[in-house]
């Protein structure tokens, strides 16, 4: 059986993209608007938000990963503007990619395997 979905944005939930001090910008505020959004896109059937609990990419967050790229420093509004990119509903938003620099500089667990 072929998996029936097409995409996947992975929303860290973890807690520090998820920090209350992040107020309605948290990580599990912008992946349960996001998934609201997709299903109001009426893409429920073949777009999965998901929640994942750490993308280990602490420095940088909120983070969400889709078709492999990290987008960071995200928030509700600008998470919406990747997904509008990805699915051709927007301009596609290459400025909101982590930085292969900024991610050498950072110190989570991801960055130093890669070193």
Request: charged fraction near 30%; include cysteine; hydrophobic fraction near 35%.
């Amino acid at each position: 059986m072929k998996y029936p979905f097409e995409k996947h944005f992975l929303v860290c939930t973890g807690a520090r993209c998820s920090d209350p001090d992040r107020g309605e910008e948290r990580g599990e505020c912008i992946q349960a608007e996001l998934k609201h959004y997709n299903k109001k896109k009426g893409r429920k059937s073949t777009v999965r938000v998901c929640a994942v609990s750490c993308l280990d990419l602490c420095d940088h967050g909120p983070n969400m990963i889709a078709d492999g790229v990290v987008y960071s420093h995200l928030d509700r509004a600008l998470a919406q503007a990747v997904y509008d990119g990805i699915m051709g509903d927007g301009i596609a938003r290459e400025d909101l990619e982590l930085d292969v620099r900024e991610f050498l500089a950072g110190s989570s667990a991801a960055v130093k395997k890669e070193r």
